[in-house]
């Protein structure tokens, strides 16, 4: 069994920063992209920003040069640093990660969702 447990979430005016984070743990024998993901109100899920095992980044568009994401291999864990927040960034977030498990299967899996909720 493998779990997705986040952290961070909540809510803060405008401009202001928040820090997720999302430990993956259970029977994990390797860990590939991790990566993560927001959902608005009556939007789809869209991707805001991954990161592979050797650390190459990507960003949405509409995050680049506020958002950081990272990851910590040793511990299974994925972060995303939220600067200069704006009312658009108001969505449900998840983890998402791309993990062998110790049968040698591989899934992916994802988290259970923190809100974030940027007021203006």
């Known amino acids: 069994q493998v779990q997705l447990v986040e952290s961070g979430g909540g809510l803060v005016q405008a401009g202001g920063s928040l820090r997720l984070s999302c430990a993956a743990a259970?029977?994990?024998?390797?860990?590939?992209?991790m990566a993560w993901f927001r959902q608005a109100p009556g939007k789809q899920r869209e991707l805001v920003a991954s990161i592979t095992r050797g650390r190459s980044i990507a960003y949405a568009d509409s995050v680049k040069g506020r958002f950081t994401i990272s990851r910590d291999n040793a511990n299974n864990t994925v972060y995303l640093q939220m600067n200069s927040l704006k009312p658009e960034d108001t969505a449900v977030y998840y983890c998402?990660?791309?993990?062998?498990?110790?049968?040698?299967?591989?899934?992916?899996?994802w988290g259970q969702g923190t809100q974030v909720t940027v007021s203006s």
């Open positions: 998402n990660a791309e993990i062998r498990t110790y049968s040698k299967s591989w899934g992916t899996y």
């Open positions: 259970g029977s994990i024998h390797g860990i590939n992209n």
